[in-house]
């Protein structure tokens, strides 16, 4: 029942912005946190900024103070702005929701535990 769907994405020049989105339904729970992840390819999923059950931000280093991450809409939506945007950025880009409390201190490692993904969407930066 639950259902998570990214939009934006696409192709942007090196050094420059762009901001995608998670719509999130059917979600009922009472707490739950969210976090979008790059997959690049032959390597593996990770991390990349995400809000904890408490709304809390946490983000990964090679992405803090680059990347900012937001939720509204009762946190049914999930936004991830990207700045100064490097072509080590490109990637598929997954936003993710677990339920329940949870409080994150760093993004989770184990994010093949984690059992609602959207589908993806291609970010590539160009040089």
């Known amino acids: 029942q639950v259902h998570l769907v990214e939009s934006g994405g696409g192709a942007v020049q090196a050094g420059g912005s762009m901001t995608i989105s998670c719509s999130m339904s059917?979600?009922?729970?009472?707490?739950?946190?969210v976090g979008w992840f790059r997959e690049a390819p032959g390597k593996e999923r990770e991390g990349g900024a995400g809000?904890?059950?408490?709304?809390?931000?946490v983000y990964a280093g090679s992405v803090r103070g680059r990347f900012s991450n937001s939720a509204a809409d009762g946190k049914t939506t999930h936004y991830l702005k990207m700045n100064s945007l490097e072509p080590e950025n490109t990637g598929g880009y997954y936003c993710?929701?677990?339920?329940?409390?949870?409080?994150?201190?760093?993004?989770?490692?184990?994010?093949?535990?984690?059992?609602?993904w959207g589908q993806g969407i291609q970010v590539t930066v160009t040089s």
């Open positions: 059917g979600i009922t729970w009472r707490m739950w946190s």
């Open positions: 993710a929701a677990v339920s329940g409390v949870s409080t994150m201190t760093a993004m989770p490692k184990k994010y093949r535990v984690i059992r609602h």
């Open positions: 809000i904890d059950s408490y709304d809390n931000p």
